[in-house]
């Protein structure tokens, strides 16, 4: 239990780097607005047509009578948009880090050179063409399981009970761990961490990944949240990054941070 004080002090000390770096913050937002602008399209658009695309889809249902056809191609059209939703916050971090690629690695670089010893931050020598593609590559697979378990907690919902209660928290457990792979593979694709390893490093501190992403998971169900979260979100991950490979971290924590990590911990542990 106690990681996941460990996990939640990373995501604060994070936000609170990028608060002391007020251009490295702006620079950080603007991925992060584009990527909303580009999904509140899609929202909407699915909003406005969703109806009609469920209709076109259906014709089975045109010689029902009435009012089940409606009732059909109504839940239908629910179900479909909270689908799009779940989809879109699931999708958000890997989208957004996908666009602002070079803004987030320069980010994580100077997180890194602050809080190492020697002042330095590892370099994956890459292209940016070829650290591009690795991103999108890597980032497809986890959508893809994301999705997976998106499509399996939506069906486990209408299970009575257990659906209303253990599958939304199960869900944002889930939702926190795969939002922090994505956010993490900023640094340690730098550190040519492959996608099968880094999973395999999260998952055998499963606590400290769930401290650092479920919080986060509950506040990215906000899309402006999501936004203005996402610069520190990328400078905790690269902490965290350091903390998982056992790197030495120190310079870039106040006293007060230390102390206020700290105090998580014994709360945690206790």
């Known amino acids: 239990m106690r990681d996941l004080g460990v996990g939640f002090g990373h995501l604060l000390r994070g936000q ?33 047509y969703g109806e009609d695309l469920v209709t076109w889809s259906t014709p089975f249902a045109d010689d029902w009578t009435s009012p089940w056809s409606g009732l059909f191609r109504g839940f239908l ?7 799009a ?15 602002g690629q070079p803004f987030y690695e320069n980010l994580s670089e100077k997180v890194d050179r602050d809080v190492s010893p020697d002042g330095t931050a590892p370099e994956s020598g890459l292209p940016l063409w070829r650290e591009l ?18 499509v399996l907690l939506f069906a486990l919902g209408f299970v009575p009970f257990v659906g209303q209660t253990a599958v939304p928290v199960l869900g944002f ?22 996608l099968r390893d880094r999973l395999t490093l999260l998952r055998s ?7 650092f992403g479920t919080p986060l998971a509950l506040a990215f169900v906000v899309p402006f949240v999501a936004v203005f979260l996402m610069p520190g979100a990328v400078a905790g991950a690269t902490l965290m ?22 105090s998580a911990e014994e709360t945690a542990a206790s």
């Not at 457990?173 to 492959?194: C, I, M």
């Open 133 to 150: 593609w690795i991103s999108g590559r890597d980032s497809l697979r986890i959508v893809v399981r994301a999705a997976v378990w998106g």
């Open 77 to 83: 059209t629910a179900v479909l948009f909270a689908l």
């Open 173 to 194: 457990f889930v939702t926190g761990f795969f939002l922090t792979e994505e956010l993490v593979a900023v640094a340690l694709q730098r550190r040519r961490v492959d």
């Open 16 to 48: 609170r780097w990028v608060a002391r770096h007020g251009k490295q913050y702006g620079f950080g937002l603007l991925p992060g607005l584009i990527t909303l602008v580009l999904y509140a399209a899609v929202l909407v658009t699915l909003g406005m």
């Open 85 to 99: 939703l779940l989809l879109a916050v699931v999708t958000f971090t890997a989208v957004t880090l996908l666009i």
């Open 205 to 211: 501190r499963k606590t400290l990944v769930w401290g």
């Open 241 to 262: 990054a350091r903390d998982l490979l056992g790197e030495e971290t120190g310079g870039g924590a106040s006293d007060a941070e230390v102390a206020a990590a700290a």
